[in-house]
């Protein structure tokens, strides 16, 4: 315990050495974590509204024309056991030119004078749950058309779907790939500024090696240090990002509405920031290992 204490004493006097320099590494590592989280933190919140806004999507399920009464009824039965399937609401062709001349709005009069046997009777479907779910039930829905008796074509959101599926896998792979190069940045920052440590303490270690102590007892102190900077300048970032997240949000609120506001979007979990932290702590550690490595072999 007294070795440990030690150590630590030793370590916590390096970073206050340097102040500029141990700046630097903070503000740089702080930086690259911010970087990283960013690309995670979108991905995470575009994932969450593709959900919310897959949550209450339609599908519109066309009949053909006159179709018999007991078609329609098993239609609608099949469509009430689809998986995500919330609500099948009837939607007569009188209230399909309504709902045609209502979303028209002043160019209403084009469509007035269109007879109604013109549109087809259809059921439409109201989805729910996560995109997986609303996607599969999309499917589902959409392999009916032409095999089911009675239904005539399937209108779904089923591309614009998979393309935020595409695009949230994409940002988490560039994310993936981007913090791989991080931590071999901020590695690298770290060993430059121990190196820089172990340097000027090299008197400092003849005189400890000519009393007896051991290689791994004189690295000790730097390795707590890199550990320590990698963990700080992580930190740091969380701070930062929370304060980003909550600014950006606002802000996205304002301009997008309730739909995209701060109590809809969701910061990193607890989980995924304990881990970021460890990755910090170990970043620095492996930079200091390999600055006093190269110091000790010089």
Known sequence: ?????????????????????????????????VLVGSVFLIAQNLNRLTNDWGSGATVAVDLVEQVPPADAARIKQALRETPGVKRVTWISPTQAKKRLMRSLGPDAQVVANVEESFLPASYEVTLGG???????????????????????????????????????????????????????????????????????????????????????????PFLLEGAAQGLAGAALSIGILYGLFLVVGSRAEAIFGTSVSVSRLGFLPTAQLGYGLVVGAFCGLVGAVFATRSEVNA
């Open 1 to 33: 315990m007294f070795t440990f204490g030690y150590h630590v004493k030793r370590a916590l006097s390096g970073v206050r050495g340097r102040p500029f320099a141990q700046g630097l590494t903070l503000g740089s590592v702080a930086l690259a974590f």
């Open 130 to 220: 996560d995109r997986r779910t609303v996607l599969e039930a999309q499917r589902r829905m959409t392999r009916m058309a032409g095999v089911v008796p009675g239904i005539e074509s399937v209108r779904t959101v089923e591309t614009w779907f998979h393309q935020l599926g595409r695009l949230v896998a994409g940002i988490r792979l560039a994310g993936a790939a981007l913090g791989l190069m991080v931590l071999l940045a901020c590695a690298y920052i770290i060993m430059a500024t121990i190196r820089l440590r172990f340097v000027d303490r090299r008197e400092e270690q003849r005189v400890m090696r000519l009393m007896g102590a051991t290689e791994r007892f004189i690295r000790t």
